[in-house]
C-alpha cells in the first residue's frame, strides 16, 4: 500500500502546481474535438481555449488556464435547475423524472416515447424541460429565469453571471429537437406550462454563462455537503447535495457516464459548451473548459484534465489511486 493514498486535501502550492501543468498541457494539446455545431453560435468558439479552477473547502480558488474566460454551461446549468426544482418541489420532482443513467444521447427522443414522457433523469434534455417546468410554477418565465441567475449570482459571489443573449437565440432558432421533446411531454401531461414558456426558461439556463472560476465556486456547495462556507447557510441538506452526487455521477454524462467514471471516478456534470463541472466530496470543486467536444458530446480536454487531476491527486470517490511518477 506504501504507493497507495486515501483521497485527501492537497496543499495549496502543490495543488498549484499540478493545475498549472495540467493548464499547459492542454494548452498543447492537438486532439481538440470539435466544438458543437448544432448550435450555430457555439461552432464560433475557439477550439484552443482551456481553463481549469478547483475551488477547495475553506481554501482560496486556484486557477489556470483562460479561467477567467465566461464560456456557455449548457447543460451544466441542469445541476443548479434541479436544486432548485428539489428546494421548491422536494420529492415530487421524481414523480415527473426518474434518476436512472439514459444510456442514449442527450437528445434522444425514443426513450420518451417508450416511457410515456418521463424522461429517465433531469439531466437528459428532456428531464430538464421537466425540471424547468417546475421551476415555472407560480413563475412567469423571466421571472423563472432570474431565480436561477439570482442563484448562480449568489452560489458564486458575482453578480456579473449573465446569460449570452446570441447564445439562447441561436438555440430557440434551431432547437427543434427540444421542442418535440416538450411537446410530446405536454401530449403525455408531463408538462403543466405552455411549450413555449417551459422551453424559453430552459434554452435561457442553457445560455447562462460562466467562467471556471464562477463555476467552481458555484459548485462548491455540492462537494461540501451542501454548505460551502462554514460562515454561509446550507445551500441544501447533506443528503440532497450526496443525491445530486450520485446523479451527476451516474448521469451527468449522457451515454459516457459509465466512461467518465471509470477513467475519472469523480462526480461530473458536462455541457455542449465543453465545461465539466466536478464535485470532490469533502474535498473541492473543479470546474474545466474547452470547447473541442467528443462524438459524445462531452470536452475532449475537459475530460483529460479531470482525468489527470484524479491521477495526480489521488481524488476519486471509487478509492485511492497510484500516486504518479514525476513523468508525465
Ligand atoms: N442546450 C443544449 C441542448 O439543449 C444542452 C445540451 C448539452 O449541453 N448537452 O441541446
Known amino acids: 500500500m506504501e504507493d497507495y493514498r486515501p483521497m485527501q486535501t492537497i496543499a495549496h502550492a502543490n495543488l498549484k502546481e499540478i493545475v498549472e501543468r495540467i493548464a499547459q498541457r492542454m494548452a498543447a494539446a492537438t486532439e481538440r474535438g470539435k466544438p458543437a455545431a448544432y448550435i450555430p453560435e457555439l461552432a464560433k468558439v475557439d477550439v484552443n ?6 475551488a477547495p473547502i475553506g481554501g482560496e480558488v486556484i486557477a489556470a488556464g483562460d479561467a477567467e474566460v465566461p464560456f456557455s454551461i449548457q447543460s451544466i446549468s441542469k445541476v443548479f435547475t434541479l436544486t432548485l426544482a428539489l428546494e421548491k418541489a422536494g420529492d415530487r420532482v421524481w414523480e415527473r423524472v426518474g434518476r436512472e443513467p439514459s444510456g442514449n444521447p442527450f437528445n434522444s427522443i425514443v426513450q420518451l416515447e417508450y416511457e410515456k414522457g418521463r424522461p429517465r433523469n433531469p439531466f437528459i434534455n428532456a428531464g430538464a424541460i421537466a425540471v424547468a417546468d417546475i421551476l415555472l410554477a407560480g413563475r412567469a418565465p423571466e421571472a423563472a429565469v432570474q431565480d436561477i441567475l439570482a442563484f448562480l449570482r449568489d452560489l458564486a459571489g458575482d453578480d456579473s453571471i449573465g446569460i449570452d443573449a446570441s447564445v439562447a437565440a441561436s438555440e430557440a432558432r434551431t432547437g427543434y429537437r427540444n421542442l418535440a421533446l416538450a411537446n410530446f411531454m405536454r401530449a403525455e401531461g408531463n408538462l403543466e406550462h405552455p411549450v413555449a414558456d417551459t422551453v424559453e ?32 447557510a446550507a445551500v441544501v441538506s447533506q443528503l440532497r447535495a450526496r443525491r445530486i452526487n450520485a446523479l451527476m455521477l451516474t448521469c451527468g454524462h449522457y451515454d459516457a457516464s459509465g466512461e467518465f467514471a471509470f477513467r475519472v471516478g469523480i462526480p461530473g456534470k458536462s455541457g455542449v459548451g465543453g465545461g465539466i463541472l466536478g464535485s470532490i466530496p469533502g474535498i473541492a470543486s473543479v ?24 491521477q495526480a491527486t489521488g481524488w476519486s470517490v471509487f478509492g485511492p489511486v497510484p500516486v504518479p511518477s514525476d513523468r508525465d
Open 201 to 232: 426558461v430552459y434554452f435561457r439556463h442553457c445560455a447562462i454563462a460562466m467562467t471556471c472560476r464562477q463555476l467552481a465556486k458555484a459548485g462548491r456547495f455540492l462537494a461540501a455537503a451542501g454548505q460551502p462556507d462554514e460562515s454561509q
Open 49 to 54: 481555449r482551456f481553463g481549469i479552477a478547483v
Open 287 to 310: 470546474a474545466a473548459w474547452c470547447p473541442g467536444l467528443d462524438a459524445n458530446g462531452n470536452s475532449v480536454l475537459a475530460s483529460k484534465a479531470f482525468e489527470e487531476l484524479a
